[in-house]
T-cell receptor, first 113, second 120 residues
Framework: GNSVTQMEGPVTLSEEAFLTINCTYT??????LFWYVQYPGEGLQLLLK?????DKGSNKGFEATYRKETTSFHLEKGSVQVSDSAVYFC????????????FGKGTRLHILP | GAVVSQHPSRVICKSGTSVKIECRSL??????MFWYRQFPKKSLMLMAT?????????EQGVEKDKFLINHASLTLSTLTVTSAHPEDSSFYIC????????????????FGQGTRLTVV
């Protein structure tokens, strides 16, 4: 079945450091890929998405490229801020399988000032 | 973006009682809503898919008699935790898709703010 694997956390970085959170997926069809962010005490917000191979999603300085050949959707940001501290979830939805959104386990990110 | 409102945000109940959680899409219609459960420091586990006007589809291992889902209208789905026990304490999150955005696969899912259930 479909699944999402992302790097274990927590990830602790200093402000202005470069961020990469790895995400790989398994899907039988042609899924859409997402990154969601959950700030402390809040629900989930869509951070960015990509719906086909080689698409790049971007938002708030974050980027992720849909790589079909490596089944990956790694999240990157060139210079993180303290306000980026949150839990980040990689997710996919596959229209060939009920279009449910399947999440990775989440990666907690701590940014130190 | 579209708004999904979940109520209540927090609830404490006694063991053996039932609790109802509401999920409303405020400015769009959602034929399908999803209910998730989030365990501490873990991912969101999809519990069930709620379909307007029909029975919910439950994921493997989720007790349908314990977690009752009703999707009575295009803007409201409810999750009732029946005969709650301390092990049901968790963070429950609903999600809905805006059917008005064209191709289904291109629509993002909007999430409620979650409900923290504590069973004592």
């Amino acid at each position: 079945g479909n699944s999402v694997t992302q790097m274990e956390g927590p990830v602790t970085l200093s402000e202005e450091a470069f961020l990469t959170i790895n995400c790989t997926y398994t899907a039988t069809g042609y899924p859409s890929l997402f990154w969601y962010v959950q700030y402390p005490g809040e629900g989930l917000q869509l951070l960015l998405k990509a719906t086909k191979a080689d698409d790049k999603g971007s938002n708030k300085g974050f980027e992720a490229t849909y790589r079909k050949e490596t089944t990956s959707f790694h999240l990157e940001k060139g210079s993180v801020q303290v306000s980026d501290s949150a839990v980040y979830f990689c997710a996919l939805s596959d229209p060939g399988r009920d279009d449910k959104i399947i999440f990775g386990k989440g990666t907690r990110l701590h940014i130190l000032p | 973006g579209a708004v999904v409102s979940q109520h209540p945000s927090r609830v404490i109940c006694k063991s053996g009682t039932s609790v109802k959680i509401e999920c409303r899409s405020l400015d769009f219609q959602a034929t399908t809503m999803f209910w998730y459960r989030q365990f501490p420091k873990k991912s969101l586990m999809l519990m069930a898919t709620s379909n307007e006007g029909s029975k919910a589809t439950y994921e493997q291992g989720v007790e349908k008699d314990k977690f009752l889902i009703n999707h009575a209208s295009l803007t409201l789905s409810t999750l009732t935790v029946t005969s709650a026990h301390p092990e049901d304490s968790s963070f429950y999150i609903c999600s809905a898709r805006d059917m008005g955005q064209g191709l289904y696969r291109n629509t993002e899912a909007f999430f409620g703010q979650g409900t923290r259930l504590t069973v004592v």
